[in-house]
């Protein structure tokens, strides 16, 4: 399973919340954390000045890793890194070998609205390992434990990219000690205009023959994953595909969704790669592990 977790943060309270999930995901990984802040090019004209403020946002960033792993017991590493927020985590989990990236979509600084911003996206889009995204609640006390992560949503489409990631899914759920919800939503289907009446019965048949073949195939995934050793079971809802895993996720109250995507920009990202975008995005108590697919 993973074994390197880089853990970016940027001084805040709100980047610091990511570090009681990365602690216990660590520690049922058996996993290394490493933490690491950008310190980023300073605009000053005198390269002399541009050195000594760099070398003390260096320092600073330094000691605040320390005094961070620290707080963890020691439990972990920490590296100061230089450039981009976005690009120089990136670069960072390659060079480190990290196989798993967790980071609060909020903070300040390098990583300012996270959320909506280019870091989320550039993630979203490059990363090459998964990124497990978490939005802290408020007020939430970032020394309390880590989530307990028993419930899991793996939203399915039938595509060869979100059944690629699977194997992943199953022995993270297999090591966190966790059941699967599968699930997938059929998008309403409509009428052209002034033609509802007559498309009434044609529609609903469709409709229905669509949630019968998507219950089929996830009843059978589902016995598959239960014979390598995971529980899971199968849900099937009439709705479109970000609304629907956000209801069903709150409504199963499960601890986590964990999702697939292409990893491309552009028309690539249509489909799954645009629904791990809007979960990602509207996801207010969740965390949400992105996955990147081998197919893409």
Not at 155 to 169: F, H
Request: aromatic fraction near 4%; charge should be negative; charged fraction near 20%.
């Amino acid at each position: 399973m993973f074994k390197k977790i880089l853990v970016p943060l940027d001084g805040s309270e709100a980047a610091e919340a990511i570090l009681p999930f990365a602690q216990e995901v660590a520690a049922k990984c058996g996993a290394e954390l490493l933490l690491v802040t950008a310190v980023q090019q300073v605009g000053v004209w005198d390269a002399a000045l541009t050195l000594q403020v760099m070398d003390k946002e260096e320092a600073a960033a330094d000691q605040y890793l320390s005094d961070q792993v620290a707080k963890l017991g020691g439990k972990a590493k920490a590296s100061v890194i230089q450039g981009d927020a976005a690009e120089a985590i990136l670069s960072a989990a390659d060079n480190e070998k990290a196989d798993l990236i967790a980071i609060s979509t909020h903070g300040r600084s390098g990583l300012r609205r996270f959320l909506f911003g280019s870091v989320a996206t550039k993630l979203l889009e490059a990363a090459k390992v998964p990124v497990l995204f978490l939005r802290p609640k408020e007020g939430a006390d970032k020394g309390t434990p880590g989530p307990v992560v028993k419930k899991i949503l793996v939203p399915l489409d039938g595509s060869d990219v979100a059944m690629s990631v699977m194997p992943t899914i199953e022995q993270f759920a297999k090591t966190m000690g966790a059941s699967l919800v599968l699930f997938h939503a059929v998008a309403p289907l409509l009428a052209y205009p002034g033609f509802e009446a007559a498309a009434v019965t044609a529609l609903n048949t469709a409709t229905d023959e669509l949630q019968a073949q998507a219950r089929e195939v996830l009843a059978r995934t589902a016995a598959e994953v239960k014979t390598r050793g995971v529980e899971a079971t199968a849900v099937v809802m009439l709705d479109t595909a970000v609304d629907g895993i956000l209801s069903v996720g709150d409504e199963l109250k499960v601890d986590l969704i964990a999702i697939g995507t292409h990893g491309r920009g552009g028309l690539g990202r249509m489909v799954l790669g645009s629904v791990a975008d809007g979960v990602v995005r509207r996801s207010a108590d969740i965390p949400c592990l992105v996955i990147r697919s081998s197919e893409s």
